[in-house]
């Protein structure tokens, strides 16, 4: 099946610094891949979504400045925190949408384990 | 704008059969999800339904009204491991593959 990698699973940084983390489709190609954060007890928030290729599209309220979104390949998507502070510590979860499979289809979303970032 | 409402906590018995219900009103629809996700680890696909009625897969099955905004996912045979978290989700627009969550179920199976 389609697996959906994440790097690091968790990350702890101190308050100003920038974090990277990596999203990749193991075995699919992936055109578009979907952000989400979650804060502890609350729902999935979709941050942003990634086109390989193109500039990413951010949801309403989410700096594009501030999380940068690199989609390079078709098989990897970055997110970059920039200028880390302790109120962007949440759980980041990617998801990839696999090419091969058609609107009608509805495993077309795969998500990663998620990266656990803590700003201290 | 988007609204999908589910009830934040449900405690039900190993053995039993729970029903989680979920309401929606979205500017336009294209699919309900519903996801399983234990704590600190990625929701996993349960099921999906587009078009009106029951789609059963085990002891999980999914039951969507589109007249009614309304679906619900059923677990019967409750087992320990079945403690979770519980996400409704819809797909909006027929050309977009995004997903609007709810904020989850905490299900809690007890002995």
């Known amino acids: 099946g389609a697996v959906v990698s994440q790097h690091p699973s968790r990350v702890i940084c101190k308050s100003g610094t920038s974090v990277k983390i990596e999203c990749r489709s193991l075995d699919f190609q992936a055109t578009t891949m979907f952000w989400y954060r979650q804060f502890p007890k609350k729902s999935l928030m979709l941050m942003a979504t990634?086109?390989?290729?193109?500039?990413?599209?951010?949801e309403q309220g989410v700096e594009k400045d501030k999380f940068l979104i690199n989609h390079a390949s078709l098989t990897l998507s970055t997110l970059t925190v920039t200028s880390a502070h302790p109120e962007d510590s949440s759980f980041y979860i990617c998801?990839?949408?696999?090419?091969?499979?058609?609107?009608?289809?509805?495993?077309?979303?795969?998500f990663g384990p998620g990266t656990r970032l803590t700003v201290t | 704008g988007q609204n999908i409402d589910q009830p934040t906590e449900m405690t039900a018995t190993e053995g039993a059969i729970v029903q989680i219900n979920c309401t929606y009103q979205t500017s336009g629809f294209n699919g309900l999800f519903w996801y399983q996700q234990h704590a600190g680890e990625a929701p996993t696909f349960l099921s999906y339904n587009v078009l009106d009625g029951l789609e059963e897969k085990g002891r999980f099955s999914s039951f969507l009204s589109r007249s009614k905004g309304y679906s619900y996912l059923l677990l019967k045979e409750l087992q320990m491991k079945d403690s979770a978290s519980y996400l409704c989700?819809?797909?909006?627009?027929?050309?977009?593959?995004?997903?609007?969550f709810g904020k989850g179920t905490k299900l809690s199976v007890i002995p």
């Open positions: 998801s990839a949408r696999d090419n091969s499979r058609g609107l009608a289809i509805a495993y077309e979303q795969y």
């Open positions: 990634s086109n390989e290729g193109s500039k990413a599209t951010y």
């Open positions: 989700a819809v797909r909006s627009g027929a050309g977009s593959y995004q997903l609007t």
